[in-house]
């Protein structure tokens, strides 16, 4: 599988310079961040969410876990796990485990953990397991300036 259409769409659109980087084919962030010899930290990844509002992708490192009661309680939702059926039909572009972070892209809400706001640089998956998306930490977080941020993780 390709790049996913809608992010490549997305960052052209939005005129972000930006490097893909092919890695072998992995499963997992923290595995994917040892094969493309990049720090955890840097790596993104999004974790989907979902309750009777909708749904929610919580963006966090790959070094981090997400506190789904954390963010339940800041945000009044009841949230839990969506199930990958339904990240299936919400990202028909992109494989399973394989969600990039730009929300804008997709048409999702979503939140940003605290710890990505250090990041001066960031990758994340270019909606397959074999290619990253490298960014600025800048470029990043223009892209992302009008999502909302807070602490809703802890690293493993």
């Known amino acids: 599988m390709a790049m996913s259409i809608s992010l490549l769409e997305y960052l052209e659109w939005e ?3 930006y490097e893909l980087l092919h890695h072998a084919w992995i499963s997992g962030s923290m595995r994917t961040a040892e094969a493309a010899h990049i720090p955890g930290e ?19 490192p790959a070094t981090h876990t997400v506190e789904i009661e954390t963010l339940s309680e800041e945000l009044g939702r009841d949230l839990q796990l969506a199930s ?7 990202f028909e ?27 001066k640089e960031v ?4 909606g397959n397991h ?11 977080s223009d892209l992302m300036a009008d999502t909302p941020h807070f602490q809703f993780s802890h690293h493993v």
Do not use: R, W
């Not at 840097?42 to 966090?60: F, N």
């Not at 990958?84 to 919400?90: G, P, S, T």
């Not at 394989?98 to 706001?117: C, H, R, T």
């Open 15 to 17: 005129g972000v310079d």
């Open 42 to 60: 840097q790596l993104v990844k999004c974790v989907v969410l979902e309750d009777e509002t909708g749904y929610l992708m919580a963006v966090l």
């Open 84 to 90: 990958e059926n339904e990240i299936k039909d919400m």
């Open 93 to 119: 572009d992109c494989a399973t485990g394989a969600i990039p972070p730009m929300v804008k892209a997709f048409g999702y809400e979503a939140v940003i953990d605290d710890s990505l706001q250090q990041c």
């Open 123 to 126: 990758y994340f998956e270019a």
């Open 130 to 140: 074999t290619e990253l998306v490298h960014l600025s930490g800048e470029d990043f």
